[in-house]
């Protein structure tokens, strides 16, 4: 005997809107099911400002990853840049944000290359670096600092150490070997691990100046709006070039173009509050040769001074 069940309409339209959304589900799932050799990305920040903010930061692009590349990924903050650098060797870091600086250090190792560089609102990928102090500081320029504490914001940093030093040399305050010492004096140079560990050293009196990126003080990124009330830029300098996000140079060039394309689409509007944050400017695809050009002497004398 044979069982006969006869939907109604009212069911039968039921039935196919839920099979449609169920469809839908597929479709939307298999779209985010993207081309990609790795079960897992992991992506690592560098350190230089609030740590709690870093960890909101963290989460919601681990979940804005995860989503566009149907997969695990992780973000990670190392303490230094040097750990990126480790990472994008052994294979236990795909993407990095590194300084122009670092990023030389990699792709002389042939262990990454540049996926995309920052862009600001003028079209430039460079900025300025900045000697910060207390706003209050009696100094008017760098001449000021003869003999006076400073903070480097690292000795990789390239807005906070290379080319600060570079202007040095270029005023002819320091010589060929690129001691600062010989111009601030012996012990008065402190770097540290970010720029906020910099400036910190600045408002707590232990250091007359900082060596930082123009956004620190510019931007509601790395300080407070009170700590930034109480400083000031006594000089620029620049051109530097802009943070990068480096790949890692084992991944396939296939798995590097999807990268890339997830990356790029922090571009989009409602992504860019989270872009913002983590990468302060637009994501651009450059010339790594080009980029990277302009830091060539700036780092041959860095190199010479940390020798010393």
């Avoid at 963290?58 to 990924?73: C, I, Q, T, V």
């Avoid at 990454?112 to 670096?129: I, K, N, P, W």
């Avoid at 000089?235 to 999807?258: C, F, M, N, W, Y």
Wanted: with cysteine; glycine share 8%; aromatic share 6%.
């Amino acid at each position: 005997m044979k069982l006969l069940v006869t939907l109604c309409p009212f069911a039968t339209r039921w039935l196919a809107l839920l099979l449609g959304i169920a469809a839908t589900h597929l479709s939307m799932a298999a779209e985010k099911t993207v081309a990609l050799s790795i079960d897992k990305v992991v992506v690592a920040l560098k350190p230089d400002k609030n740590p709690e903010l870093m960890l909101r930061e963290k989460s919601a692009l681990e979940a804005f990853l995860s989503s566009e590349l149907g997969r695990p990924a992780e973000v990670v903050i190392p303490l230094s840049a040097a750990t990126i650098l480790v990472g994008l060797a052994n294979g236990t870091i795909d993407l990095g944000y590194l300084s122009a600086t670092d990023m030389v250090n990699a792709r002389a190792r042939k262990i990454g290359h540049v996926l995309l560089a920052g862009e600001f609102a003028d079209g430039r990928t460079a900025y300025d670096s900045y000697w910060v102090v207390k706003k209050d500081a009696p100094y008017r320029g760098i001449e000021d600092l003869r003999g006076k504490p400073v903070a480097f914001s690292s000795k990789t940093s390239t807005s906070g150490f290379v080319i600060p030093l570079h202007d040095l040399r270029s005023r002819g305050l320091i010589g060929e070997d690129g001691d600062a010492e010989t111009f601030f004096g012996r012990g008065n140079l402190y770097y540290g691990i970010g720029y906020v560990s910099a400036i910190e050293r600045v408002l707590a009196g232990d250091a007359e100046a900082a060596a930082v990126s123009y956004y620190v003080l510019d931007r509601d990124k790395h300080l407070s709006v009170g700590q930034r009330a109480r400083l000031r830029m006594l000089q620029k300098q620049g051109p530097v070039p802009s943070h990068v996000v480096a790949v890692r140079a084992s991944l396939t060039e296939a798995d590097i173009a999807t990268l890339r394309s997830t990356m790029l689409k922090l571009n989009a509007p409602e992504n860019t509050a989270l872009r913002d944050k983590l990468f302060t400017t637009l994501l651009v695809p450059v010339d790594e040769e080009a980029h990277l050009a302009p830091l060539a002497d700036g780092l041959a004398l860095a190199g010479r001074a940390l020798k010393k």
